[in-house]
T-cell receptor, first 114, second 114 residues
Framework: KAGVTQTPRYLIKTRGQQVTLSCSPI?????VSWYQQTPGQGLQFLFE???????NKGNFPGRFSGRQFSNSRSEMNVSTLELGDSALYLC?????????????FGSGTRLTVV | AQSVTQLDSHVSVSEGTPVLLRCNYS??????LFWYVQHPNKGLQLLLK??????LVKGINGFEAEFKKSETSFHLTKPSAHMSDAAEYFC????????????FGSGTRLSIRP
């Protein structure tokens, strides 16, 4: 079956702009989470959605937001982009919500802010 | 509070020799522990997971890890390294009883010498 699909793969934006990233989970997976990966901070949890509801949120400013649709697809939005937002953004889906469910990750969207 | 520490930022081994990537964790609850691998410009792939069943966990590509509660460790091993194993490896801990609070280790870059 198809894996987790993230679009676009690469994106270049200017400071102050906003951006929307998309994630399509594995069919049947209802939990989608987002992560930011940078060389300096490593992998950091942004938020997780389950059944269209945000279940957990990491320690990021309000410029970072997301949503999940009824078909479990998710979008992440970053407003008023800053240079420090340049990163690889990874989406992951899983079949349940408990801690023992492993995540399947997409290949990521590499965002560059100039 | 929970945390995960990968003790080596970079490990270099010769092809055909054993691999050991070290991970220590701290968790107030029964943890679920995972190892993921990330090849360049790719997402994270699940290698194996521990979820309170057998303490010796076998994963894909010949990797295995042993959960040692007394040492709070979950080291990743492979008897014989292959060139294709060169990648970044992440040790991950999540709360078993909660709906996701995922903590990533800082990663270990594995290099394989011919």
């Amino acid at each position: 079956k198809a894996g987790v699909t993230q679009t676009p793969r690469y994106l270049i934006k200017t400071r102050g702009q906003q951006v929307t990233l998309s994630c399509s989970p594995i069919s049947g997976h209802r939990s989608v989470s987002w992560y930011q990966q940078t060389p300096g901070q490593g992998l950091q949890f942004l938020f997780e959605y389950f059944s269209e509801t945000q279940r957990n949120k990491g320690n990021f400013p309000g410029r970072f937001s997301g949503r999940q649709f009824s078909n479990s697809r998710s979008e992440m939005n970053v407003s008023t982009l800053e240079l420090g937002d340049s990163a690889l953004y990874l989406c992951a889906s899983r079949n349940g919500q408990g801690g023992d469910y492993g995540y399947t990750f997409g290949s990521g969207t590499r965002l560059t802010v100039v | 509070a929970q945390s995960v520490t990968q003790l080596d930022s970079h490990v270099s081994v010769s092809e055909g020799t054993p691999v050991l990537l070290r991970c220590n964790y701290s968790s107030s609850y029964s943890p679920s522990l995972f190892w993921y691998v990330q090849h360049p410009n790719k997402g994270l792939q699940l290698l194996l997971k521990y979820t309170s069943a057998a303490t010796l966990v076998k994963g894909i590509n010949g990797f295995e890890a042993e959960f040692k509660k007394s040492e709070t460790s979950f080291h990743l091993t492979k008897p014989s390294a292959h060139m294709s194993d060169a990648a970044e490896y992440f040790c991950v801990v999540t709360l078993y009883s909660s709906a996701s609070k995922i903590i990533f280790g800082s990663g270990t870059r594995l290099s394989i010498r011919p």
